[in-house]
Structures are given as structure tokens and as C-alpha cells.
């Protein structure tokens, strides 16, 4: 009998421990928000060990764990934040020194990611590095005129942001709507801040095809880095997407309900097709800017670094939020895409029911971001082409735009002028294959996306439509061009634009790019590449050898 009451006990032990495990109720990250037009934030960066029940591992985080906290801001604040250092010295990291290559994995610094802020001085100058033990100070200046909406932090220095992204470092930056400006409906409906993290301990395969940069365990290696992983799985996906810390966690809602979950992919490699079978999904806006007006949808894309604001209406019941692969929507996402398929979500719709409305209307954007279509093409001068492509005969691979691995902040690809508008074609080469697009300072209007402005499917497989303001948008490989336009407004200075899968750009899928005043002179653009680039090297420094023997 005693055995008997054992096992009996045991049997409940895990039914409970089943229970607690799949039924987490779903946090919110902590939230820090700016006071009388000041928020000051000090971000601490440290080793942690993570610990859920499906994985565990050491990484380096935001403040002591995962996610960084959300940091709420208005338009016109100050935004002052202090980032301290606190990893260890590296004692690798000459192994690691190649550039274009992973290295320095303990170097840091910050990225407001989707905010139109400067790219220079103490701002958002991504070029600045805070070496272990260091501390750097930012500064900046929210406008007044500044759309309201959601964006985020992650660290940005090159060669290092794919580990530090995947080992978690990541958090929300919400911009509140105006009270007077914004329908009632809109402000009164509760809402949940969504950071979407990608956890991965394996090298994944594509349809046949098998990504080497996406590994955790590889991205320790490949960065010298001497901070052990030493990761514990329990199950054999080995592949996760955590949702503020929590796998697979539970939401509670009301019955006919809208509630709006402001999500942010911040992984740093999988794209993400959110489906929520048997319930309602409107998208409010993308990547922080509102829709010109609410998109009803059955499926929401979100590749790393963008973000979406979706209303969510359940009938009573059970559901479940998760990324699946379709093969319907191969042509668009792409067959050999990295996309990821598994749980984010379960939401759980109980109670009485509620009947609040959509808002009749989405608030309106700033008058600096005013419709682009119906504007005459650009001239040539203002008009830029970007082709991308990969090698991967090579180890590391080489990520390419237009022939060429990521040159350095002193060789910008192209030159513009504040009030000038620009227009942007891109094209990627890898048939199959994504590399979503994200420039800082300035969101951009789609003009064109697939070379059919009216392809519905394409639409409803991407969440991209023609006239959507982006700052982060799928690039497609294929026999076609994505285009888009904006007009560089308020902010000069060196910024760049990139693909935001991180080990893309952290292996050369950067450019940087100078924004002058309107009655500046531009800089010549000068490319220096391969070979060029270390024959010019030699040549500086003979010529520095030479003056030094002149003047001794």
C-alpha cells in the first residue's frame, strides 16, 4: 500500500509540475517611465545564468535578467541612460580580430532601434564602444513631432551583436500616445508588451539547407568568446522562442475582448508567422508607425528587429499564438528562409463577455512623414541601388551588399541631403533565402514590394503592403526589386543601414551612410575594398614612415 500511495503521490508530483509548467501566467517586463519630461535608466550589462524549466545557460543580459526592462517615454522628453559595462576583460580576444568576422564578445554599447533620434554625438551613435569595466553616457532628445508607437534597445557593435542578442540583451521602448489626439477606444484597451526571444542550441536545416550562424553553442565559438554556455536542454527541439523570459506562457483574457499586444522579434535569426486559429487579428501598426487604417488579417510576419501592434479578439475558450511554417507562402517568405515553427502563446479566454469596439479611426503620423507615391521620382543623384548577396565558400561566410563585406563608418555608400527625398531599390540575389532590411534614423514608405503593388497574397504573407511605413521590411530573393522612399528630415551625421539577421551583418551586411545639412557639401563616396583596401593601408602608412624620416 505504502508503494501504491508512492506512486500515486509521483503520478500527481508531474501532473502538477505539467500544470505549473504550461499554464505560467504571462509577465510583464519591468517598466520604467520618464517623469515631468525626464527618464533616467541606468543599464547594467553582467553575466547571469538564465534557468527555466525547457533550457538554461550563461549569457549576458540587461540589469540581471531577461528581458531588459520597458522604458516609457513621451514626445519631447529627455531621455538620459547610463550603460555600464560590467563583463570581464577578454582574454581571447586576439584570437577574434578579423574584421567582419565575430569578435570582441564582451565590447557593448546601445541601439534605440526605430527611434528618429541623432546618429551622432552622445545619441545614437552605434560607432561608440564601451569596453569591459567602461561606462558611456546617452543623451536623447525625444521631438516633439516624434510618432508614438513601439521600438526597442539591443547592443550594436559590430561583430558582436549576433551573441549578445541571442544570449538575450533586448528590451521595449514604447513612445505614448497623445491623450487628446488618440480615439478613446484605443488608449482604454488593455495591452501587453510582447519580447520575443529566440533561444537555439543547434544548427537548424531549411528544407535541406543548413544554417551555420545561428547556433548559440557556434556563436560562443566563433566569438572567443571565454564565457562557457554550458547549456542545459530538456527536450530535443533545442530550439525556443520565449516570450518575456517565460516559454510558451498564458494570457488571460475576456471573451470578445481587444487587446493589444505590442510584440518586438527580437531574435536574431528566425522570422516569425503568427497565427492564432479561431480568433481575430487586427494589425494597428508596423514597426512603430499606424496603419493609415486598421488591416484585419489571419497572419502576422514579423522578421528579426521588426514589430507589430496587434488587437486581438477571442471567442470563449482556448488558443493558442504560434509561428507556423506554411508552405502556402514559400514563394514570398522564401523557401530556405530561416523561419521558425513552434509555440509563443497560449491564450486563455474566460469570463464574461466584453464588447469594446475598434477605435473608428488610427492616430495620424507626423507631417514629416507626409505620402511619397504620388511624388515624381528623384534624380539619379538621389536614387541608390542595393544588390544582396552571400559567399559561402568561404568560413566565415561573407555577407555582401553591392560586392562588398561592410568597409567601416569612414567610407559611406551614399551621400544625402536633409529635405532631399531619396529612393532605395533593392534586390537579393539569394534566391530563397530573407535578409530583412532595417535603416536607422529614418522610417521609409514602401513603394513597391514584389513588383505587384496589388498582390493581396503577398500581403497577407509578409504583412507589407505598398504605403506602409517601415524602418524593418522582408527582403525577398527573386527576379524583383523591394523600393522605397523617405526624405532624411531634422538629423545629419554617419548612420548606416543593414541586414537585421545579426550574423549577416555582424559578417558584412552593413553600409554606412551620411545625412548632410541641406546647404552642405557632400563628401565624395570613395570605395576601397579587398585588395585596394590593403594596398591603401600600405600606402598610408610608407607615406607616414616617409614624413616621420623627413622630419627626423
Known amino acids: 500500500r505504502s508503494k501504491l500511495m508512492m506512486m500515486v503521490n509521483i503520478i500527481v508530483g508531474i501532473l502538477a509540475f505539467t500544470i505549473v509548467t504550461h499554464c505560467e501566467l504571462l509577465s ?52 538620459n541612460l547610463t550603460l555600464v559595462n560590467n ?121 535541406g539547407y543548413q544554417s551555420t550562424h545561428d547556433d548559440f553553442n557556434l556563436l560562443v565559438q566563433m566569438s572567443c568568446s571565454d564565457m562557457p554556455l554550458n547549456a542545459e536542454t530538456h527536450d530535443e527541439k533545442l530550439s525556443y522562442y ?12 475576456s471573451p470578445g475582448e481587444l487587446t493589444r499586444l505590442r510584440m518586438v522579434n527580437a531574435g536574431h535569426a528566425e522570422l516569425l508567422e503568427l497565427v492564432i486559429p479561431g480568433c481575430d487579428m487586427y494589425v494597428l501598426a508596423m ?23 496587434i488587437a486581438l479578439k477571442c471567442p470563449d475558450g482556448t488558443f493558442e499564438l504560434v509561428s507556423k511554417n506554411d508552405p502556402e507562402f514559400d514563394e514570398y517568405i522564401g523557401h530556405y528562409s ?18 469594446n469596439a475598434l477605435p473608428p479611426y488610427l492616430p495620424n503620423i507626423p507631417d514629416y512623414m507626409s505620402d511619397l507615391l504620388t511624388k515624381d521620382p528623384p534624380s539619379e543623384e538621389n536614387t541608390f541601388r542595393m544588390v544582396f548577396d552571400h559567399i559561402n565558400t568561404t568560413m566565415p561566410h561573407k555577407f555582401l551588399i553591392n ?19 531619396q529612393q532605395y531599390h533593392l534586390k537579393n540575389l539569394e534566391r530563397g533565402h530573407n535578409h530583412p532590411f532595417h535603416q536607422h534614423v529614418n522610417h521609409f514608405q514602401v513603394v513597391s514590394f514584389r513588383g505587384d503593388d496589388h498582390d493581396s497574397k503577398a500581403t497577407l504573407a509578409t504583412t507589407v503592403s505598398v504605403g506602409m511605413w517601415r524602418d524593418t521590411v522582408p527582403l525577398l530573393g527573386g527576379d524583383y526589386e ?31 551612410i551620411e545625412i548632410f545639412e541641406a546647404d552642405e557639401n557632400t563628401d565624395p563616396i570613395i570605395i576601397v575594398t579587398g585588395e585596394d583596401a590593403d594596398s591603401l593601408g600600405v600606402y598610408v602608412c610608407l607615406s607616414m614612415l616617409l614624413v616621420l624620416v623627413l622630419f627626423c
Open 87 to 207: 563583463l570581464g576583460i577578454e582574454e581571447y580576444a586576439w584570437l577574434c580580430e578579423k574584421p567582419n568576422t565575430m569578435q570582441h564578445p564582451n565590447r557593448t554599447n546601445i541601439h534605440v532601434h526605430g527611434l528618429h533620434v541623432s546618429p551622432i554625438g552622445i545619441a545614437d551613435d552605434i560607432f561608440r564602444i564601451a569596453e569591459p569595466g567602461d561606462t558611456l553616457h546617452y543623451q536623447y532628445h525625444i521631438p516633439n513631432d516624434h510618432p508614438s508607437g513601439l521600438f526597442w534597445y539591443h547592443p550594436h557593435v559590430h561583430g558582436c551583436v549576433s551573441l549578445q542578442l541571442s544570449g538575450g540583451m533586448a528590451g521595449a521602448i514604447i513612445i505614448e500616445d497623445d491623450a487628446n489626439r488618440t480615439p478613446q477606444e484605443l488608449l482604454d484597451m488593455p495591452e501587453h508588451v510582447l519580447i520575443l526571444q529566440h533561444f537555439i542550441f543547434k544548427q537548424e536545416i531549411y528544407n
Open 482 to 512: 523591394v523600393v522605397f522612399r523617405f526624405v532624411p528630415h531634422r538629423y545629419t551625421g554617419v548612420t548606416v543601414h543593414h541586414c537585421h539577421m545579426a550574423s549577416h551583418a555582424d559578417m558584412g551586411m552593413v553600409q554606412a
Open 287 to 309: 514597426d512603430g508607425i499606424y496603419l493609415s487604417e486598421i488591416m484585419e488579417t489571419s497572419r502576422v510576419l514579423l522578421v528579426p528587429g521588426s514589430r507589430a501592434d
Open 242 to 253: 520565449f516570450v518575456n523570459g517565460q516559454f510558451n506562457p498564458t494570457l488571460r483574457v
Open 28 to 79: 510583464q517586463p519591468d517598466t520604467q517611465e520618464s517623469v515631468d519630461g525626464l527618464l533616467l535608466v541606468q543599464l547594467e550589462v553582467s553575466d547571469y545564468r538564465f534557468i527555466s524549466d525547457i533550457c538554461s545557460f550563461t549569457t549576458r543580459v540587461y540589469n540581471g535578467g531577461i528581458p531588459g526592462p520597458t522604458l516609457r517615454l513621451k514626445k519631447g522628453d529627455v531621455f
Open 338 to 355: 530561416q523561419r521558425h515553427t513552434g509555440p509563443i502563446l497560449i491564450v486563455e479566454s474566460q469570463g464574461e463577455q466584453v464588447n
Open 403 to 421: 560586392d562588398e563585406q561592410f568597409p567601416g563608418k569612414k567610407y559611406p555608400r551614399h551621400n544625402m541631403k536633409i529635405g532631399q527625398m
